[in-house]
């Protein structure tokens, strides 16, 4: 008779395996895998104490505890690193395989946002989907989607030739449809404004002539445009950013002009952990796209630095991976990645210090928000993944002659 498999024995199974598809992962891995590891690990963690200093006092009026923002970001980060791993794990072919995948299913997730009650807006945006125990914001992962189908076009494309028109019109039609969908639809300009810049640094490193360039940009900014004068309140704020002196009774600078007042009371060394008075109300969402003056009050010039400066070493990182990289899609995927990431966080820190309007742009693993940690993760484990295959291949090579 054949035993039975107690519960005890098969969890025993699956930590087993788990702490196996870690020791691949992790052991003996390059320079750059190592060091991006150590960045995605310092930002998560520095993230959220950020989060549950600047949240703290909101979480405290609305959940009647201090620990309801930090308890999401903490189930985000899990999420987040279980994806990580399994995408570190993976080999690369197979992740580019998941693509149509991934891109069809957050799609649909995106239409349910608009088309059925599961959507719910937030402060004017339609951009996220009630699943009762959790909300997620399908967008988010429509930015690792359009990366891999982005790489696909262009690496794949055997009929036209990179001169002409024709060859571009499958990534622009990808655009074309997120901007309807995700900018027009759910009214989400931030994350168009990112997704634009991820397409054209893709289009820029793929090798788009410069004569289709200006034509793309010209079509990019009228994107823009239209959106700003379909939306009452994107105007706005687009209007008050332009003219910070002239009236402003909807009150749109209200943010933009308490982070700087944030900066200016933080110093050079800030007011220490934790003494902000900014997050007491005075910031709405401080924990989101705020985080950055927070950050600023609390830790001074100096902590608002190193904060540019993890971010500028993720971005040297990332651009070291992509040019040891010798597949054309991977190396492309990469460089998606980078703009997404480093340019979503300039963007956010340029809202910050007022050199853009408010935009709703969070900052990559540090602001609050468990979607966008979890897809930030999955798309640096993919990376990862592309890490170890350039890690491992010299030494495959080296087995394969010696036979």
Known sequence: MAKRTTGKALLGRGLSNARGIIDVVFRGQ????????????????????MVYSSSYVDSVVKTSGPFGEMRSQLFGM?????????????????????????????????????????????????????????????????????????????????????????????????????????GLFSKDMGTVIVMAVILFGMFFLGGLPNQFMKWVLAAGVGGILLMFALGGSR??????????????????????DHGKWAFAAGGLFGVGPGNSKMKWSWIPEAQNDFIF?????????IGALTVIALFVFLGITLLRIARKTADQYERLFIYGVTFWIIGQAFINISVVLTMLPVLGVNLPMISSGGTSMVATLMALGMVMGIERKNHAGPKLRVVRGNR
Not at 37 to 48: D, E, H, K, P, T
Not at 236 to 254: E, K, L, T, V
């Open 293 to 301: 003056a927070i950050i600023g009050e609390e830790y001074g010039l």
């Open 235 to 256: 105007r706005g704020r687009i209007m008050a950013w332009m003219f910070p002196d002239a009236p402003d009774p909807s009150q749109y600078n209200w943010q933009a």
């Open 30 to 49: 390059s320079p750059e895998f190592k060091a991006l590891w150590v960045i995605i690990v310092f930002m998560a963690l520095f993230g959220l104490l």
């Open 78 to 182: 899990g999420g987040g690193a279980i994806a990580m791993i399994w995408f570190a794990y993976l080999k690369p072919e197979a992740s580019r395989r998941l693509g149509p995948w991934i891109a069809a299913g957050f799609m649909g997730a995106q239409l349910a946002v608009l088309f059925t009650p599961l959507g719910i807006a937030v402060n004017g945006n339609r951009n996220w989907l009630n699943l009762g125990i959790a909300t997620l914001q399908p967008s988010e992962f429509l930015k690792i989607a359009m990366i891999m189908m982005v790489a696909s076009f262009v690496v794949g494309n055997r009929t036209y030739e990179k001169h002409e028109p024709q060859f571009w019109y499958g990534p622009i039609s990808v655009f074309a449809i997120l901007f309807v969908f995700v």
